[in-house]
């Protein structure tokens, strides 16, 4: 059974439009959250990251949400770009085991110029 | 060479050969990890190293088999494959401070076919 899960495989939207995308877990030890995109032909590359300390960080146009109790996270991309047409995984790892990422299937967004 | 890098690239298999992937990590870390990525599905963690000792087998088969000769270089022995082994096989690596949480830096991949 999936601890990780993006229920949504692919997301288009508007140049210059926000993009949401979304995260859930079930796993109650995981308290370290990190999102990677992919581009094709190339290996996921770190994006931003959040602590269960927190419920929010942002770095640029890339802000991660976090909430505990619904055991759910959220990527928020504003402005979008179209060089921002990436799949994007969302990862977990426990409080006793930092290096043990568990994985999302990932989503598919497309930025239409 | 930044980053970590990973050769090679793709790589076209039968089920009786023998072959090696190899990755190398330029950023200083002392973990690393390989990882599979088939065809819609997640990524599956399959091997950790940490400080070149394996702190991590994810009842990976026996066909699989991982080398770690320093902090900086990863290897993964293939042999008698199957065709469901085909997958995307990522390495990456962390700075491996110990059980905090840590962010991992992925190579581009091996493309692996088997036939």
């Known amino acids: 059974d999936q601890q990780v899960k993006q229920n949504s495989p692919s997301l288009s939207v508007q140049e210059g439009r926000i993009s949401i995308l979304n995260c859930d877990y079930t796993?109650?030890?995981?308290?370290?959250f990190l999102w990677y995109k992919k581009y094709p032909a190339e290996g996921p590359t770190f994006l931003i990251s959040?602590?269960?300390?927190?419920d929010k960080n942002e770095d640029g146009r890339f802000t991660v949400f976090l909430n505990k109790s619904a055991k759910h996270l959220s990527l928020h991309i504003v402005p979008s770009q179209p060089g921002d047409s990436a799949v994007y995984f969302c990862?977990?790892?426990?409080?006793?085991?930092?290096?043990?990422?568990?994985f999302g299937g990932g989503t598919r967004l497309m930025v239409k110029p | 060479e930044t980053g970590v890098t990973q050769t090679p690239r793709h790589l076209v298999m039968g089920m009786t050969n023998k072959k090696s992937l190899k990755c190398e990590q330029h950023?200083?870390?002392?973990?690393m990890y390989w990882y599979k990525q088939s065809a819609k599905k997640p990524l599956e963690l399959m091997f950790v190293?940490?400080?070149?000792?394996?702190?991590e087998n994810n009842s990976v088969p026996s066909r699989f088999s991982p080398e770690c000769p320093n902090s900086s270089h990863l290897f993964l022995h293939l042999h008698t494959l199957q065709p469901e082994d085909s997958a995307l096989y990522l390495c990456?690596?962390?700075?491996?401070?110990?059980?905090?949480?840590?962010?991992?830096?992925f190579g581009p991949g091996t493309r692996l076919l088997v036939l």
């Open positions: 990456a690596s962390s700075r491996g401070q110990g059980a905090g949480p840590e962010t991992q830096y």
């Open positions: 190293y940490n400080f070149k000792e394996q702190t």
């Open positions: 959040i602590s269960s300390i927190k």
């Open positions: 796993n109650s030890m995981f308290d370290y």
């Open positions: 990862a977990a790892s426990p409080r006793n085991a930092g290096n043990m990422l568990t």
């Open positions: 950023l200083g870390h002392n973990a």
